[in-house]
């Protein structure tokens, strides 16, 4: 994990970038098809869906009353989410299609002043600032 300056800007150039944001999809699908079947199942993406951590509420502390049945419903709508045709499984345009709108989201979210965010090794946002920094290195 490293600490990181962005703003909405920073992530929106990454998405618009298309090159750039369908390798990292690409990257990040990949290592989460662990059967290789160009499929992710919900058992695939579920370490994936946790990580968004939708139920953080104080700086990394989840401090959620939910049970089990209710964190397990809130994962698998959350892979619905994902799944846009229903059958189950999540292809790569489905998967490309969810982590654009979502990180459009969160790019709307911040707006334009610049935060200090902890992102981790390898996420889109960390590969998003990492992109910015060495386009501002070859201008």
């Known amino acids: 994990m490293s600490v990181e300056v962005l703003d909405g800007a ?3 150039s990454f998405v618009e970038d298309e090159a750039a944001f369908n390798l990292s999809i690409q990257d990040r699908f990949a290592s989460l098809d662990t059967n290789h079947d ?4 919900y058992a695939e ?9 939708v139920l953080e509420t104080h700086f990394g ?3 959620v009353g939910l049970s ?9 709508g959350l892979f619905a989410r994902f ?5 189950g499984t999540v292809d790569l345009q489905e998967f490309r299609a969810e982590m654009r709108e979502i990180l459009l989201a969160v790019a709307n979210g911040l707006g334009f002043l610049p935060v200090q965010m902890v992102v981790e090794e390898g996420s889109f946002l960390k590969r998003a600032v990492e992109r910015e920094v060495a386009q501002k290195l070859t201008v």
């Open 61 to 63: 502390v989840d401090e």
């Open 10 to 12: 920073t992530i929106r």
């Open 68 to 76: 089990s049945d209710e964190l397990l419903q809130l994962y698998r």
């Open 45 to 53: 993406m579920a370490r994936e869906l946790m990580s968004l951590r």
């Open 38 to 41: 160009g499929l992710l199942s």
């Open 83 to 87: 799944d846009h045709d229903g059958n």
